[in-house]
């Protein structure tokens, strides 16, 4: 399956990347899978995607938790929790 990828403000910059397309393998399904198939990249991928680190996920420009199914063709966005003020 393939989708596109977009990075957001402070991962964008701890990755030096804000977008990419990836074929994925079968077994990514989910966003949250798709977080633990860039964490094993290792390095700053993953410490900027850990477990416990606070980020947010969407799919399709929603707001998607680590459970929201992949579809062909869609966006995956990570960025970090904003406040307001």
Known sequence: MK??????????????LSQ??????????TVGD????LRAR??????VLADGR???MAFNQELANADTALAENGEVAFFPPVTGG
């Open 42 to 47: 290792g390095g700053v991928w993953a410490e």
């Open 34 to 37: 798709v977080r633990t198939y």
């Open 20 to 29: 990419e397309t990836l074929e994925l393998p079968a077994t990514v399904a």
């Open 54 to 56: 606070a980020l947010r």
């Open 3 to 16: 989708i596109q990828l977009r990075f957001f403000a402070s991962i964008r910059e701890a990755l030096n």
